[in-house]
């Protein structure tokens, strides 16, 4: 067996880096886990305006925090490739290394008006386990966020040998429409956790005044929430997993 603590950070989202950068290395300073998760975007903000400088040594900034706390981060940010913006998680490792970068393969009808989707889905081994990352809308292709087939991202995970999956969203507010698509986003956190039999790690951005319309949490492989985080504020949860 493996045991390692995961740690998810229900952040609240500025669009502006300045704000973003120090609390993201604040929690990574203050963090006692292996891998600590961070939400979709929680770096630049849900915006494609983001100088590709700043952004570059802000990713620096992160991956030496993480070598000096020992922690493995799952990091998202706007990213650019030729002049291309992608929304992407970011792997660095305790040693302050790039393990790897997931860019979202399926964004929304909106994402898309800024940024390309991403063109590979990757497995990565770290610390005893295989894991991989998605994005949003990656997992739940949820109705009315744009005409996409459902290519099971999870499922194609579960089928790679991932054990785990680090799901980063910032979905919006728990009200009206939005609150009807709370159902949909939690029962398929915990079907596509037991189609494929792995855990889901799911770390949602906040909203300081309204719940969030998807939890931020860790759904079992049976399906079942092992630690869900109040849906208002910013919230911390931690959890040891062990993992066969």
Known sequence: M????ITGVQMLVSPSKSDNLPKILQYIQESDCDFIVFPEMSLTGYNSDFSDARTQEAWRQIATACRQ?????????????DGVAHIQSRIYTGKGELLGTHEK??????????????EELRV?????????????????VTPGCGPYPDPRLTYQLGQR????????????????????RF?????????????????????????PDKPINAPSGVVSPKGEW????PLIGE???????EIE
């Open 124 to 140: 990565f081994s770290h610390m005893g386990i295989t894991f991989g990352c998605l994005i949003c809308n990656d997992l739940w």
């Open 2 to 5: 493996t045991m390692i603590r």
């Open 105 to 118: 393969l399926v964004p929304t009808e909106g994402d898309r008006k800024w940024c390309r989707p991403g």
């Open 161 to 180: 040998g991932a054990q785990v999956i680090f799901h980063s969203a910032n979905t919006g507010g728990h009200s009206g429409r939005d609150k009807r």
């Open 183 to 207: 159902a949909y986003h939690d029962a398929n956190l915990r079907l596509r956790a037991l189609e494929s039999n792995l855990y889901i790690v799911t770390v949602n951005a906040a909203l």
């Open 69 to 81: 706390h020992y922690v493995t981060a799952i990091i998202g940010t706007g990213a650019r490739a």
């Open 226 to 229: 092992l630690v869900q985080c």
């Open 235 to 241: 919230q911390v949860f931690s959890y040891d997993l």
